[in-house]
């Protein structure tokens, strides 16, 4: 077991896994009777003067805590130490120390602790006359980090495991699930989070993925508000993935900076698709990692999970603070996150949320399943057969039916607007997007301006976003908001005649397909500029500032021009409610994955199921 120290770091090899060794704060190692000049591996086992060491407390120590640990290994079996107590004041009885031998320790330790000292059970390394923790290496294989951190020895910031970024294969690290004890106080204690790079860190630049951007502004000095919540409640946050750039289209075949990351699932070269493709692809490619951030716009967080395979949850628009996310369309700019299991959401969103006032808590209203005619079904029958099945799974959970409508058709009945424009969807279709444009250009202006003087040159963005900046200056002051004031009158419409927002007896949900589920490969031909209607799917969640939980409902088979076998290509759909439905979405969502017969939870790699 070789000791390979770099300048800043200590690394070890236990059989053929990694770790980087992280100075544990309190060195209580120190007063064992460890030694050697080697690295000692240690398991520390937390005992209590007076309670006894039996047989069944060693095998609930080892099922709830040893078996679901990706960090232990058996060889830390070796030098067991107790640790809380001295030997005098422990029973070890006899079933227990036949459990210890077939475990295969050989040295059994005491060392005294007290109430002030706080030692996590769990496996530890004695190197150096120092207490270490053991952080298992792990490699970024679908590159999709452009910087993994681990904790600074002092002052509790996070420090880049490397130097390098954006690489492929890269080294993450992460801490034993054993140290960690979820509780009311902290409740994600220990979950392990990756965060887009769109999104601050304290003490490293946000880079959006453009070296323009890095280079022209400084590290941040605090964490993003939504970060923060998380940091407080214990989540690990383990580094920064990528996006695409500057936070808007850019095709595999566009990424000249920074390679895009790869999608795990199918033959593992579809696109990963959408601006939060990293945060999804990375959850989609890597049992070690729980949950993920990103941010979402107009579909750069719900087409990432539909591409790779995995949950995630546009909020409420405003349900949170945005401080330290970069966004430059405010209006429809929100955080979003991904995960594996619909079953963990309800306890994310509580935390991430707080006690906002927005946040409407679950209750045993009826609940009202529109299937809009608009979307569904779509062109793609086996596509349209795993909806159809997920909305059968919540008419059943719900024991109700879901209610056909057509928005075209209501809004040409109603015509909020006037009977001049009774086509919504003619109506709507520079809605969504001109705002966007023009914002997004405006907003820039310093970037633009500031490198400029910095450099003496324009900065680098890529093509797609210098065709949106021409499109932009072609736009008004008085066309973009022209073009709000129509999204504020769909919007109160949809709010007002189709989700009946204010009903305080009936929730109203709508199910909608995310595209349409076919093959796009990563070195597909790139497809043409295109402006995406406001009628789209896609805007009804930023135009009515409500939740979206977007959820995978199975593969459907393709076959691959690169394998050259069938493959499973993942497919999902989204679910909507009224702004503050975000606890309640999560449920549903839940509700009909397991009506269907859907897993609720997705694994990683090549399928989801």
Not at 345 to 371: E, N, T
Not at 462 to 477: E, F, G, P
Request: with cysteine.
């Amino acid at each position: 077991m070789p000791s390979v120290p770099s300048e800043n770091t200590v690394e070890i090899t236990v059989g053929s896994v990694g770790f980087v060794l992280i100075p544990n704060e309190e060195n209580f190692l120190k007063h064992s009777r460890l030694q050697g000049t080697s690295p000692v591996l240690t398991l520390v086992y937390r005992t209590t003067p007076g309670v006894p060491i039996t047989k069944k407390a060693l095998s609930e120590f080892r099922s709830s805590r040893l078996d679901r640990d990706d960090v232990f290994q058996p060889d830390f079996y070796e030098n067991l130490v107790f640790f809380g107590a001295r030997r005098e004041d422990v029973h070890i009885d006899s079933a227990a120390n036949d459990m210890l031998q077939s475990w295969g320790v050989k040295t059994q330790t005491f060392v005294p602790g007290s109430s002030t000292v706080d030692v996590p059970s769990g496996p530890y390394v004695y190197v150096d006359e120092k207490t270490w923790q053991p952080w298992r290496t792990y490699h970024d294989f679908n590159a999709c980090f452009m910087v993994a951190f681990k904790p600074q020895t002092t002052g509790g910031s996070l420090v880049a495991v490397d130097s390098s970024q954006a690489g492929l294969n890269g080294k993450v690290i992460v801490p034993s699930r054993c140290y960690f004890n979820p509780s009311g106080a902290r409740p994600l204690d220990g979950a392990r989070i990756s965060v887009k790079d769109s999104i601050d860190i304290a003490g490293h630049k946000t880079t959006l993925c453009n070296r323009a951007w890095m280079d022209l502004y400084p590290p941040k000095d605090k964490h993003a508000a939504c970060v923060q919540t998380f940091v407080d409640a214990g989540a690990i946050i383990v580094g920064k993935v990528k996006l695409q750039a500057m936070i808007m289209r850019e095709e595999p075949l566009e990424c000249v900076e920074f390679t895009a990351p790869f999608n795990p699932r199918a033959d593992g070269y579809q696109v990963p698709s959408g601006s939060s493709h990293a945060s999804a692809a990375g959850i989609s490619s890597y049992d070690w990692l729980d949950f993920s951030l990103g941010s979402d716009t107009n579909g750069s967080g719900r087409k990432p999970a539909s591409y790779n395979g995995c949950f995630s949850i546009r909020p409420s628009t405003g349900i949170m603070s945005t401080q330290g996310v970069v966004a430059f369309f405010p209006e429809f700019d929100m955080p979003v996150f991904f995960g594996r299991n619909i079953s963990r959401f309800s306890d994310f969103i509580s935390v991430w949320y707080g006690d906002s006032p927005m946040l409407r808590k679950p209750s045993k209203v009826a609940v009202k399943i529109l299937y809009p005619s608009d979307y569904l079904p779509t062109s793609n029958p086996p596509q349209t057969h795993l909806i159809e099945k997920f909305i059968s799974g919540l008419e059943s959970a719900l024991d109700t039916t879901r209610t056909k409508v057509s928005l075209a058709d209501l809004w040409k009945t109603d015509c909020p607007d006037g009977k001049e424009h009774d086509d919504v969807a003619k109506y709507l279709d520079t809605a969504g997007i001109y705002p966007f444009y023009y914002d997004q250009y405006h907003n820039l202006a310093d970037f633009r301006n500031g490198y400029a003087r910095e450099y003496g040159k324009p900065p680098f963005v890529h093509r797609a976003l210098l065709w949106q900046w021409d499109i932009a200056k072609t736009i008004s002051k008085e066309e973009r908001d022209e073009c709000l004031r129509r999204c504020e009158v769909y919007r109160e419409w949809l709010l007002e005649e189709v989700f009946k927002a204010t009903s305080e007896d009936t929730i109203t949900v709508m199910a909608f397909p995310i595209e349409s589920g076919q093959p796009n490969y990563r070195d597909t031909p790139l497809p043409p500029y295109g402006n995406l209607s406001g009628f789209n799917p896609l805007h009804m969640s930023p135009i009515m500032r409500a939740p979206e939980v977007t959820a995978p409902v199975g593969d459907i088979p393709y076959r691959s021009i690169v394998t050259n076998r069938e493959e499973p290509l993942p497919i999902a759909v989204s679910l909507i409610g009224a702004p503050g439905t975000d606890l309640i979405l999560a449920g549903l969502v839940e509700k009909a994955m397991v009506g269907a017969g859907f897993p609720t939870e997705v694994k990683t790699g090549r399928s989801v199921f």
